[in-house]
T-cell receptor
Framework: NAGVMQNPRHLVRRRGQEARLRCSPMKGHSHVYWYRQLPEEGLKFMVYLQKENIIDESGMPKERFSAEFPKEGPSILRIQQVVRGDSAAYFC???????????FGSGTRLTVV | RKEVEQDPGPFNVPEGATVAFNCTYSNSASQSFFWYRQDCRKEPKLLMSVYSSGNEDGRFTAQLNRASQYISLLIRDSKLSDSATYLCVVPSGSARQLTFGSGTQLTVLP
């Protein structure tokens, strides 16, 4: 039973490029969450999605960031026109319906140069 | 007051020692709490859930004091492999959002 799969593990982008981060939840999990961890800081909630629905995006920056969880395929976190301050570890987590505890993926480390 | 506050440490303890971490939270409506463990540059992993007054799992004991809005994690007989950052986590928001403390760093020394 594979865990939460994130790819790529490491992503380097130049300022102004787009970053796409992918997350496949654990089998049987219908809820996906994205968190960001800036260097030397704690994890901050970004967005909570179910299939084809954004449930809570209160932690998403107002501009350049978007997330989706289509009916088929992985959840995608998209960052347009990246800036140096976007450099961070982005963790995806999933849970079954009704559960509060999450299982995290191993993260994508984004470096903007 | 921060939603979740932890002593950042670092805590440096010898093998075999007992160490306790504290955490305070501001949302009095929270019903469940978690301790996660995060190794350097890795993902957080669920260590313990706390739904009532406390929970015990081997060398680890978590206690909850709702009146004081305070959670603790006790590690007995520390092992080298316990070295990590321990994250206090409280559900918040209306839709399953978790608020993470900034973590307490533990190093167990040989």
């Amino acid at each position: 039973n594979a865990g939460v799969m994130q790819n790529p593990r490491h992503l380097v982008r130049r300022r102004g490029q787009e970053a796409r981060l992918r997350c496949s939840p654990m089998k049987g999990h219908s809820h996906v969450y994205w968190y960001r961890q800036l260097p030397e800081e704690g994890l901050k909630f970004m967005v909570y999605l179910q299939k084809e629905n954004i449930i809570d995006e209160s932690g998403m920056p107002k501009e350049r960031f978007s997330a989706e969880f289509p009916k088929e395929g992985p959840s995608i976190l998209r960052i347009q026109q990246v800036v140096r301050g976007d450099s961070a570890a982005y963790f995806c987590a999933s849970s079954p319906a009704g559960a509060e505890g999450y299982t995290f993926g191993s993260g994508t480390r984004l470096t903007v140069v | 007051r921060k939603e979740v506050e932890q002593d950042p440490g670092p805590f440096n303890v010898p093998e075999g020692a007992t160490v306790a971490f504290n955490c305070t939270y501001s949302n009095s409506a929270s019903q469940s709490f978690f301790w996660y463990r995060q190794d350097c540059r890795k993902e957080p992993k669920l260590l313990m859930s706390v739904y009532s007054s406390g929970n015990e799992d081997g060398r680890f004991t978590a206690q909850l004091n709702r009146a004081s809005q305070y959670i603790s994690l006790l590690i007995r007989d520390s092992k080298l492999s316990d070295s990590a950052t321990y994250l206090c986590v409280v559900p918040s928001g209306s839709a399953r959002q978790l608020t993470f403390g900034s973590g307490t760093q533990l190093t167990v020394l040989p």
